[in-house]
């Protein structure tokens, strides 16, 4: 009975120790929150396994989340929610059965999952979709993307831009009774970055007439060159999206050569005759004091322009918007930022929001103090915590009275 005790004991040690991760005490919910990182690092760990052993690709495993998540479009008393497909790459529609005669607000979603995992099926942004639907009367696309690493750059890109530049077609709203002055773009995370660019392309394009009133980006990645911003320093081991998840979502989008992976986690990518990008993500001048504070910034150092050559997507405002020139990213829209304080793409986002009003574009920063990455997805049970539940309150709020 003696070792039985012993044996209990030592494992229940065991799975503390393994559940058990520092989160800040403001954060509400967080040993909820241990738990949920444990079952993600756990698929990750398997991931890992099954990918050295060449029984399975790591992403393979990850999308074992999504899978699981994955719920059937469902129409309600109050939205009709249907899959389709819009210039052949898959939408679900939601389309708000109140006053059916009026002219709706739109909104473009684009999922996250660091372009290799996620779906717009998947039950958080089905609910979300759906709550957005309701509160706005709005019709929803939300996109499905092709996924890497099966698909590299710039395919998810370019999937998201051929049903933004379908969508915005007059006979398109049209057909769905949009005002075509009332449209939005929004995304969070690889989504935030892939509604960022698009948003940045459009501007460009003599065949789109009609413009978007108003970009939405939650805690969007948009950078590619300085992996040891102060966020990525802080946040290192964050729940979600630790920074090594980080290095292998955006490797992963370009390329599986494992070169690419390594530059980035020695900070070593931009070619010498590139060195004119450092300022866009130079982040003690872009970020406020408060975010600096204990950092001292040191410029990343090159890396060899055989990378960049071989694989110029890592340095395309497609894939890094925060790299396009100051005069790319005038006339961009309304922009609301949603930053999270525990994310190591935290400085992303807040660097954007200094370079858009630099350039005269009105911006509403919203920065969730006890946030980790990941937040909105946090909305539907077994997963619920409060600080899902805020930011897409404050997310469809804000919609209802910009959008």
Avoid at 12 to 41: H, Q, T
């Amino acid at each position: 009975m003696g070792n039985k005790t012993l044996y209990l004991l030592l494992a229940s040690v065991l799975v503390a120790y393994y559940i058990y991760i520092p989160i800040p005490e403001n954060v509400e919910g967080r040993w909820k929150l241990m738990f949920i990182s444990a079952v993600f690092r756990t698929v990750g760990h398997l991931g890992a396994i099954a990918d050295k052993l060449g029984l399975a690709h790591y992403m393979d495993i990850l999308m074992m989340i999504t899978r699981i998540e994955i719920i059937p479009p469902v129409s309600d008393e109050k939205v009709t929610v249907t899959d389709t497909k819009f210039d052949g790459i898959p939408v679900r529609l939601y389309l708000p059965k109140g006053q059916p005669d009026s002219l709706k607000r739109a909104v473009i979603y684009i999922h996250g999952g660091g372009w290799c995992v996620g779906a717009s099926a998947m039950e958080p942004y089905d609910r979300l979709s759906r709550w957005t639907s309701e509160r706005l009367d709005a019709v929803i696309m939300s996109v499905d993307y092709r996924l890497a690493p099966k698909y590299l750059f710039p395919v998810q890109f370019e999937d998201v831009y051929k049903v933004a530049k379908y969508i915005l077609q007059n006979t398109v709203l049209e057909q769905y009774n949009v005002d075509p002055s009332r449209v939005c773009i929004s995304g969070d995370s690889a989504g935030g970055n892939l509604a960022a660019a698009v948003a940045q392309q459009l501007l460009d394009d003599p065949d789109v007439k009609v413009k978007l009133k108003i970009q939405v980006l939650i805690y969007p990645a948009l950078q590619t060159i300085d992996w040891n911003l102060p966020s990525y320093q802080d946040n290192e081991n964050m729940p979600v999206l630790p920074k090594s998840l980080m290095v292998k979502f955006f490797s992963e989008y370009i390329t599986p050569d494992i070169s690419l992976k390594k530059a980035m986690e020695t900070n070593q990518l931009v070619p010498p005759e590139l060195s004119h990008l450092f300022k866009f993500v130079n982040w003690s001048i872009l970020l406020p004091e408060r975010f600096q504070k204990g950092h001292v910034y040191t410029r990343p150092k090159h890396g060899s322009s055989e990378l960049g050559q071989k694989y110029p997507g890592f340095l395309d405002p497609r894939a890094a918007p925060l790299l396009a020139d100051d005069i790319k990213l005038r006339g961009l829209p309304l922009t609301y930022m949603i930053t999270c304080q525990y994310d190591v793409l935290r400085d992303d986002g807040i660097m954007y929001v200094s370079r858009l009003r630099e350039a005269g574009v009105p911006v509403t920063h919203y920065h969730v103090e006890d946030a980790v990455h990941g937040a909105i997805m946090f909305i539907t049970s077994p997963l619920i915590l409060p600080m899902g539940q805020k930011v897409a309150n404050n997310y469809i709020e804000w919609l209802n009275k910009n959008l």
